[in-house]
């Protein structure tokens, strides 16, 4: 038994569980010639093109150069009951990793693209073997060949990265992330997963907050996976477990307060037209509107008014909102956003999930509604009234947040840690590694250490979405 720096008390109970095995089978470990099962198609919605917006609630911030959270095709989901099995053999499989000195650090200077040829493409094969993205017979060489491209693209599929193949500089940088760092993220992301009460039912949906994805599940297979928006590293998304109730079309949107503090008084100091024509109205306690005129947004208190904006092509819930009622007071929902759902980087709402498609999203949650198809949605949004639609079952949605974790072929992914989650201390916790991994990491003068050096905590702050 071996001392290793990661987490997991429950290694070897989630891993050797019986009812996890029933639901899943012995997990599949990445191998050298990276297994891929042949997948069913997925529907995949278009993405509507960016336009010009006509009414913003927040102007628009320039995204922090970080490339994250590219969609993946595949039918397996992200979460199901036999994750937690998963991510402990994968942490087995990186910690061996580790246990063997780990990997190569890269020059940022190398000239690595197809065709090319000398010591930096040697290098990038045998980096690429160790994580069996490219196959180990074929590691050696020094050539930027077909087989090399090929692996490229499993190792950018595998991180969120586009899959072009070449080796970019956000490529690079994840090539050279450290072994223990990835075991750190796939501890961190189990030790997570064992906090989370969630009851797997036919029918559910997942929101992976790093990825930034949505993925609607039915019979263990995603049938959906959009792209989405999730919440500011200063504004974070939560995770939580919940179940969606109904669809709202036509919504209106009630500002949240700290978004009214944060945002609206500050535009209306500088415009005092900034409400009307944000289609935005003063509420009070009686719902009687008030006239903006009457407030002093110079004062350093908030106003004593509730601010709702109309239902509207302007309206920052977009024309659809789907209600989970859940302790954050967030929710999903459309958006006059769209140009966000091409970036990269998606870390850009106010802790609330903003879904590519949300009306492919709607007709989805109301299969089981009848008179409530994607043609009876479009009618209804078109007729500008609100209209709220109970499910005729309620969808449990859960909110999870995993920098790493392993799809059900072996696959194991990873995604950058927007919120900084995985800083805090892994457990500690023992393991078995084979012999002949304990020989050679002694034989090369390696030392498995635990814990880490400086302590951390998680403290989740909800927000309203502002856009």
């Keep these: 038994m071996i001392l290793i720096r990661s987490f997991v008390a429950l290694l070897v109970a989630v891993a050797a569980s019986p009812a996890l095995a029933q639901v899943g089978g012995t997990p599949i470990l990445p191998s050298d ?14 993405y509507a093109p960016s336009r010009p917006e006509t009414a ?14 590219a969609v993946w095709l595949s039918s397996e989901p992200t979460y199901d009951e036999s994750t937690q099995a998963r991510l402990s053999a994968a942490i087995q499989r990186y910690s061996a990793i580790e246990a ?28 690429l073997a160790v994580t069996g993205d490219l196959d180990g017979t074929a590691q050696a060489g020094d050539a930027y060949d077909e087989a090399v491209v090929a692996a490229v693209k499993r190792f950018q599929a ?12 956000q490529t690079l940088e994840a090539l050279n992330v450290p072994v223990e760092t990835r075991v750190r993220q796939l501890a961190a992301s189990l030790e997570r997963l064992a906090g989370t009460s969630f009851i797997f039912s036919q029918r559910y949906v997942v929101v992976n907050i790093p990825a930034a994805v949505v993925e609607a599940v039915a019979n263990g297979r995603v049938e959906r996976r959009y792209v989405a928006v999730v919440g500011k590293p200063d504004r974070p998304s939560p995770t939580l477990t919940a179940s969606i109730s109904a669809v709202n079309l036509n919504p209106t949107w009630t500002v949240p307060l700290s978004i009214v503090k944060k945002d609206i008084v500050p535009k209306m100091r500088k415009d005092p037209a900034y409400l009307a024509r944000m289609h935005m109205r003063l509420i009070d306690g009686s719902g009687n509107e008030i ?11 908030v106003p004593a008014y509730a601010i709702r904006q109309d239902s509207g092509a302007w309206n920052a819930l977009g024309a659809v909102r789907i209600d989970m009622p859940n302790p954050h007071s967030v929710y999903m929902h459309d958006t006059n956003h769209k140009n966000l759902f091409s970036a990269d980087y998606r870390f850009q709402s106010s802790g609330c ?58 696959t194991v992914h990873f995604r950058p840690d927007p919120y900084k989650h995985d800083e805090v201390p892994a457990k500690r916790f023992m393991v078995s590694l084979p012999r002949t991994v304990v020989a050679a990491a002694r034989a090369s003068g390696f030392t498995l250490q635990s814990g880490e050096s400086r302590p951390a905590s998680i403290v989740h702050v909800s927000y309203l979405d502002s856009q």
Excluded: C
């Design 33 to 46: 010639e990276f297994r891929r099962q042949p997948q069913a198609p997925l529907t995949a919605p278009s």
């Design 56 to 69: 913003r609630t927040t102007i628009d911030q320039p995204a922090p150069p970080v490339r994250t959270a």
């Design 100 to 127: 063997q000195g780990g990997w190569a650090t890269l020059a940022k200077t190398a000239q690595l693209a197809p065709g090319a040829r000398g010591a930096d493409v040697a290098l990038l094969r045998k980096r």
């Design 158 to 169: 595998r991180h969120g990265l586009t899959d072009t193949g070449s080796v970019g500089p």
């Design 291 to 301: 006239s903006p005129a009457q407030v002093d947004w110079t004062s350093d208190r």
């Design 353 to 410: 999930t903003r879904v590519s498609d949300p009306r492919d999203f709607a007709a989805w949650l109301l299969q089981d509604n009848p008179g409530w198809g994607r043609r009876e949605i479009d009618a209804g949004i078109a007729a500008g009234q609100r209209t709220d639609i109970r499910l005729t079952r309620t969808v449990p949605v859960a909110w999870i947040y995993l920098t790493g974790w392993a799809m059900r072929d072996g």
